[in-house]
């Protein structure tokens, strides 16, 4: 099966511009995840969608940070304006849903490293 | 905040030696998953325990869970250059859905 896409790859901005990252997952995987990954750090949740409805947006910097999945399939997260401490890998994953989901793994994508100027 | 926090942070092995990694957390768990993140790309499960289990293996990967003390291991056994990567430990808590990473163990096994 084909993995979870994301683009780009690399992306160099300045402070205060703004900048929008795109996840395809695993068709069929009702769940989709976006991560921040701080360089030598583990990945921190920033929103979890079940389909195109929001799960969990506790961690994510609401003021500045957004994400949509309006039909439930691919996904986007935008930043605006960017900071410098949004340095960081935005990682993007997958995992099927249903009854013992909870138990399921879940499937990342290679990530867009976004660098701040 | 991170739940999980790996010991050691770093590892460095000769290949065919085995490398242990070590895992602690807080609160109370429904499932404890390790994960493996090679330079640059994405992170791809490796095995995942249920709070209900003692130990579990996949191939060369050993296991184990000890809810009392809140701490999970990972054995490599026969470790390969190929091993070489990050590796994280994530914690799916029982009041919730979220998956939380620790830090990570980064593993460097030498030819």
């Known amino acids: 099966e084909a993995g979870v896409a994301q683009s780009p790859r690399y992306k160099i901005i300045e402070k205060r511009q703004s900048v929008a990252f795109w996840c395809n997952p695993i068709?069929?995987?009702?769940?989709l995840y976006w991560y921040q990954q701080i360089l030598g750090q583990g990945p921190k949740l920033l929103i979890q969608f079940q389909n195109n409805g929001v799960v969990d947006d506790s961690q994510l910097p609401k003021d500045r940070f957004s994400a949509e999945r309006l039909k439930g399939v691919d996904s986007t997260l935008k930043i605006q304006p960017a900071k410098l401490e949004d340095s960081a890998v935005y990682l993007c994953?997958?995992?099927?849903?249903?009854?013992?989901?909870?138990?399921?793994?879940?499937?990342f994508g290679d990530g867009t490293r976004l660098s701040i100027l | 905040s991170q739940q999980g926090e790996e010991d050691p942070q770093a590892l460095s092995i000769q290949e065919g030696e085995n490398a242990t990694m070590n895992c602690s957390y807080k609160t109370s768990i429904n499932n404890l998953q390790w994960y493996r993140q090679n330079s640059g790309r994405g992170l791809v499960h490796l095995i995942l325990i249920r709070s209900n289990e003692r130990e579990k293996h996949s191939g060369r990967l050993r296991v184990t869970l000890d809810t009392s003390k809140k701490s999970s291991s990972l054995l490599i056994t026969a470790s390969r250059a190929a091993d070489t990567a990050s590796y994280f430990c994530a914690t799916r808590e029982t009041s919730g859905s979220r998956l939380t990473f620790g830090e990570g163990t980064q593993l460097t096994v030498n030819p």
């Open positions: 068709s069929g995987h009702a769940t």
């Open positions: 994953a997958s995992s099927p849903s249903g009854t013992g989901h909870s138990n399921q793994p879940q499937h």
